[in-house]
């Protein structure tokens, strides 16, 4: 990941999580996957394929094999991150209705301004296993880093961020597709 990247990822982190410095109050796939797993996901190097749950929002998610599972206090319980070896990332972050707009706003802002060059993708909708999934895909630095960020709804709305550099984003694809189109209301 390279160091521009690694600023805005942190810089999306921490604009999702900081309520008050923002000044706030508080279909791909519908059939099972080969990538599904029952076994509960641990932070740390998942040695399987393995689910985490978000039980505030009511969704849970894959964690693949060898991918690590970070979790860190967020706005309205925890946030996990995925990353992969080489740095390709999904982040999840849940945050309440009357939030939602402006915490993805402030976090896509924060990597504009730390970005040379930022080139925002046309928002669009998609349903990820009956959930609606609005999200939108922008190119950092002439290509050289990639994100995607949006959300989806269940009990609580809850950000999907995909970020990393472009070479891990790319190869990484297939296992951020699985991750993406394993996201569904809590079993």
Known sequence: MTKTHKIAVI?????AMNGQAQGL???LATKKTTTESTAA???GIATENATQKIEAAGIQFLVPK???LEEMAGPVGPIYRVMSKDGAAFGFITTEQEDLQTRITAMRDAVKKKAKDFKPGPEQTDT???LEYVHQSDTIDGGAAVQDVGYVKATLP???VQAGDAAPMKARAAELQAILQ???KSE
């Open 11 to 15: 810089l999306m982190i921490a604009a």
């Open 25 to 27: 109050g508080g279909s």
């Open 41 to 43: 996901a641990k932070p």
């Open 66 to 68: 060898d991918w690590k």
């Open 128 to 130: 990820v296993n009956e």
């Open 158 to 160: 809850v950000i999907l």
């Open 182 to 184: 394993s996201v569904k």
